[in-house]
T-cell receptor, first 112, second 113 residues
Framework: GQQLNQSPQSMFIQEGEDVSMNCTSS?????WLWYKQDPGEGPVLLIA?????ELTSNGRLTAQFGITRKDSFLNISASIPSDVGIYFC????????????FGQGTRLTINP | DTAVSQTPKYLVTQMGNDKSIKCEQN?????MYWYKQDSKKFLKIMFS???????INETVPNRFSPKSPDKAHLNLHINSLELGDSAVYFC????????????FGPGTRLTVT
């Protein structure tokens, strides 16, 4: 089945630093989504991308839909303690029963 | 004003038992989903219903049976629970089957002993 390769798997940074994570796939997707999951909670949608090359921001978060439609990145600028959590990318498959395929997640830890 | 809600939040049960998890969404969405998140946090879709009709059925044991009484509700019944069923189960919904923005519930942590 389709798989997403998300990296890095974990990040340990200082408060105030910028963060970058990405997802790549062997297949083309027509939508990329980025979610954040806090402990004991469900994933919360951060950014949705619908067109190849699209660059979208949500506050300190910026995400891009790769031009090849096989990759996406998420950047977080000036990280703060509440950014701690697990970030997931998800791509929506094309054709048939369209479904979301998730990356393995990036666990972000911030040292104050 | 919770958008997607699940009950119970925690479920501890013994092997061989049958249990159900309930999900409700008040977003007016047509499509609902069940996902399983394993101990490594990997999220995988199990089922999807659109307007009470099953549209996605991944390779899931027959012991798992979803039921959608109406488009705002999607329940998951699990028969003869096994140790490997222990996981967090998430319900989600979206406006339609092809709409990528899925909104997740808080999850149900199932522990089978």
């Amino acid at each position: 089945g389709q798989q997403l390769n998300q990296s890095p798997q974990s990040m340990f940074i200082q408060e105030g630093e910028d963060v970058s994570m990405n997802c790549t796939s062997s297949s083309i997707f027509n939508t990329w989504l980025w979610y954040k999951q806090d402990p004991g909670e469900g994933p919360v949608l951060l950014i949705a991308l619908y067109k190849a090359g699209e660059l979208t921001s949500n506050g300190r978060l910026t995400a891009q839909f790769g031009i090849t439609r096989k990759d996406s990145f998420l950047n977080i600028s000036a990280s703060i303690p509440s950014d701690v959590g697990i970030y997931f990318c998800a791509g929506r498959t094309i054709g048939g029963a369209q479904k979301l395929v998730f990356g393995q997640g990036t666990r972000l830890t911030i040292n104050p | 004003d919770t958008a997607v809600s699940q009950t119970p939040k925690y479920l501890v049960t013994q092997m061989g038992n049958d249990k159900s998890i309930k999900c409700e969404q008040n977003l007016g969405h047509d499509t609902m989903y069940w996902y399983k998140q394993d101990s490594k946090k990997f999220l995988k879709i199990m089922f999807s219903y659109n307007n009470k009709e099953l549209i996605i059925n991944e390779t899931v044991p027959n012991r798992f049976s979803p039921k959608s009484p109406d488009k705002a509700h999607l329940n998951l019944h699990i028969n003869s629970l096994e140790l490997g069923d222990s996981a967090v189960y998430f319900c989600a919904s979206s406006q339609g089957p092809g709409m990528g923005e899925q909104y997740f519930g808080p999850g149900t942590r199932l522990t089978v002993t």
